[in-house]
């Protein structure tokens, strides 16, 4: 059995993380914005250099096979930072699309560092806004959504750069932190589970509903603008290690599960903490459940952040 990490409480977590579990797409050439605005659930056409997008890249049923948070270096060059198990499919497929556009797309990993900032960590110059961005020392700095009211940001700077000052901070930390904001970056287990919805996304910021088309679009508008929404994500928490991909049970059905983990991490208070994606019903009440009907308990914990209605 997978024991938890040992880190500070989560009260005390700040400092800088090394995120080597995340990639970069570049997108290069006058044609990047306009490209990514067609391809991706988010508006590229109207990113402005102090700003980021959390966007999702969707099959034409509108499941999600991979999420970005995507800000632009300079005019022409834009970054999509991703879960870097899903970068080589999603590099390849995103290819297919190019074809006459005056864009490139390469895989940029290695060109540039990734980093966390927690807490203090955070320049005090960042805007406080989630997705906010910040040119500093060579670097780009992206404001990201708390975890239990901790300020978290992304560092991306070239290789050669020097790294933010701050105590180091464990990369399971940072992993903890990612879950507990409710908004983590879809790893390779859970590739076409999900329609953006189901993992939050438009309710933080990640899907645009008066864009244009882009693969998956008129699905994800179908759920969104009929009231078909039935399955969305919920934090849990429990004792037993949990896993991206692994199914979730309600005593209310025990015959078939009622949701998938989307993201998980050990706490830094003992216990294991989540990201389900799951029947609204399932949240109402009742028994949750990992991995099977008789399995390890799960508690359900509140949201931290409201849920965009369907209309």
């Given at each position: 059995?997978s024991?938890?990490?040992?880190?500070?409480p989560?009260?005390?977590l700040r400092?800088v993380a090394?995120?080597?579990?995340?990639g970069?797409?570049?997108?290069q050439?006058?044609?990047?914005?306009?490209?990514?605005?067609?391809?991706?659930?988010n508006?590229?056409?109207l990113?402005?250099?102090s700003?980021?997008?959390?966007?999702?890249?969707?099959t034409a049923?509108?499941?999600?096979?991979a999420s970005?948070?995507?800000?632009?270096?300079?005019?022409?060059?834009i970054?999509?930072?991703?879960?870097?198990d899903?970068l080589p499919a999603?590099?390849?497929?995103?290819?297919?699309?190019?074809l006459r556009?005056?864009?490139?797309?390469?895989?940029?990993?290695?060109?540039?560092?990734?980093?966390?900032l927690?807490g203090d960590?955070?320049?005090?110059a960042?805007?406080a806004?989630?997705w906010?961005?910040?040119d500093?020392?060579?670097?780009?700095l992206?404001?990201?959504?708390?975890?239990?009211?901790?300020?978290?940001?992304l560092?991306?700077?070239?290789?050669?750069?020097?790294?933010p000052?701050?105590p180091?901070l464990?990369g399971?930390?940072?992993?903890?932190l990612?879950?507990v904001a409710?908004?983590?970056?879809?790893?390779?287990?859970?590739v076409?589970?999900?329609?953006?919805?189901?993992?939050?996304?438009e309710?933080?910021?990640?899907?645009n509903?008066?864009k244009?088309?882009?693969?998956?679009?008129?699905?994800v508008?179908?759920?969104?603008?009929?009231?078909?929404?039935?399955?969305?994500?919920?934090?849990v928490?429990?004792?037993?290690?949990m896993?991206?991909?692994?199914?979730v049970?309600?005593d209310?059905?025990?015959?078939q599960?009622?949701?998938?983990?989307?993201?998980?991490?050990?706490?830094p208070?003992g216990?294991?903490?989540?990201?389900v994606?799951?029947?609204?019903?399932?949240?109402e009440?009742?028994?949750?459940r990992?991995g099977?009907a008789?399995?390890p308990l799960?508690?359900?914990?509140?949201?931290p952040?409201?849920?965009?209605?369907?209309?």
């Open positions: 059995m024991q938890a990490p040992e880190f500070p989560a009260n005390a400092g090394l995120l080597p579990r995340l970069v797409i570049r997108a050439g006058e044609e990047a914005a306009k490209f990514l605005h067609g391809q991706l659930t508006d590229f056409s990113l402005g250099l700003e980021a997008r959390l966007a999702g890249f969707c049923k509108g499941r999600l096979l970005f948070i995507g800000f632009k270096r300079t005019h022409d060059e970054l999509l930072v991703c879960h870097a899903l999603t590099l390849k497929r995103l290819s297919m699309f190019v556009a005056k864009v490139k797309l390469t895989d940029a990993s290695a060109e540039f560092q990734l980093r966390g927690v960590a955070v320049p005090a960042l805007p806004a989630p906010s961005k910040l500093a020392d060579g670097a780009q992206v404001r990201l959504y708390p975890a239990d009211s901790i300020a978290r940001a560092w991306v700077a070239p290789a050669g750069v020097e790294p000052a701050g180091a464990d399971a930390a940072w992993d903890w990612d879950v409710g908004v983590p970056l879809l790893s390779q287990p859970v076409e589970a999900f329609v953006p919805q189901m993992v939050n996304m309710s933080v910021g990640g899907v509903f008066k244009g088309c882009y693969p998956g679009q008129e699905v508008a179908r759920s969104q603008f009929r009231g078909t929404l039935k399955r969305r994500a919920y934090p928490f429990g004792d037993a290690p896993a991206a991909g692994q199914e049970f309600h209310g059905d025990p015959s599960p009622c949701g998938t983990v989307v993201a998980a991490a050990a706490s208070a216990g294991w903490s989540a990201m994606s799951m029947q609204t019903s399932a949240a009440g009742g028994a949750l990992l099977a008789d399995g799960l508690t359900l914990q509140p949201l952040y409201p849920l965009l209605a369907d209309v």
